[in-house]
């Protein structure tokens, strides 16, 4: 249980920059972003799956279709609709509503794998989501209320759409991630994030291309194939590539062998923790008071929720 809780704060600390680095190269859009890490999460994955090759060898078709939909979904789509939401809500927006992501989480794991793995008792659990609710309500208005800037109304209404589209795409992928690997406890982890990095690489480069043609269509002026700032845009997609994608997977695939697929939920608040984390030390200020009272219920919140233990669902059979 410890060592699943620690894996999950490791992949949060990774994830979390995520929130950063949109912020870095905003003249770039979000789908070139998104394409640009997966491309560079993909290269990456092909020494590794050379390494793992007689591993790789043991999954199933089935395996690697599945693992095609939860590189589709869970990578290029929610890194897309994140950074475009980032770019027109701005971080701390975006941040709010993704920091919904814990209690999306535990409530979708609990009506969706409760009956496989044993449900967390929602009076049990009520006061945990109060808790990590309050705690990310504290954090957003504390974020919200230094903002100074002339909003274009269906700007960021098209944000705020995007950034729920991104919770969907990551409510989805973790738990279905999951309860893959907890049914296949013969792979290792990082077998499985190494084979979501292959079947990556041809879905963004595809996607790479589609952002270029259309950007030589509608902005002629954009720098392709690597945008104005390709000292900064290469080495930035690189690193969240190893980072954020292969190396944070495999931590959290780690803890998704480790943990009930209904922990899992909760435990996301570390990628809301340390995105806030590197969004201060970016901005090189420590964050206000109300900010820190957030966090301290985030945390109070994710420690009760990993004391109760799961109950197995009595079916007709068992009586």
């Known amino acids: 249980m410890l060592a699943g809780v620690l894996f999950a704060l490791a992949a949060g600390l990774m994830w979390g920059l995520i ?29 590794l799956a050379w390494h793992d090759r007689h591993r790789l060898r043991k999954l199933l078709p089935a395996d690697w279709w599945e693992a095609l939909k939860l590189s589709l979904v869970g990578n290029l789509l929610y890194y897309t609709f994140l950074a475009s939401a980032i770019q027109r809500t701005g971080a701390p ?93 013969q792979h290792k982890p990082g077998t499985w994030a190494t084979a979501q990095g292959i079947v990556t690489l041809p879905l963004a480069l595809i996607m790479y291309a589609l952002v270029c043609v259309q950007l030589a269509w509608q902005h002629p002026t954009f720098a392709l194939p690597f945008g104005p700032q390709p000292q900064c845009f290469l080495p930035l997609m690189l690193m969240i590539g190893l980072l954020c994608s292969w190396l944070g997977t495999l931590c959290w695939n780690v803890a998704s062998q480790r943990l009930p697929t209904v922990f899992m939920g909760p435990l996301i608040v570390f990628e809301t923790l340390s995105g806030l984390f590197w969004t201060f030390l970016w901005r090189q200020h420590w964050p206000p008071l109300l900010t820190l009272g957030g966090i301290v219920c985030l945390i109070a919140g994710v420690l009760w929720a990993m004391r109760i233990k799961p109950e197995p669902v009595i079916t007709s059979v068992d009586r």
């Open 93 to 185: 927006v975006s941040t709010m509503i993704i920091g919904t992501l814990p209690v999306v989480m535990a409530i979708a794991a609990n009506l969706c794998y409760g009956h496989l793995e044993g449900r967390l008792a929602w009076r049990k659990l009520l006061p945990a989501l109060l808790a990590i609710g309050a705690g990310l309500l504290c954090v957003n208005i504390a974020e919200l209320h230094g903002q100074e800037r002339e909003w274009d109304l269906m700007r960021y209404l098209s944000g705020i759409a995007l950034a729920v589209l991104a919770v969907a795409c990551w409510t989805w992928y973790p738990l279905r991630n999951a309860r893959w690997l907890r049914t296949h406890p």
């Open 19 to 47: 929130f950063v680095g949109p912020l870095l190269v905003p003249d770039y859009p979000g789908a070139l972003q998104s394409a640009g890490r997966y491309l560079a999460f993909g290269l990456i994955a092909l020494p």
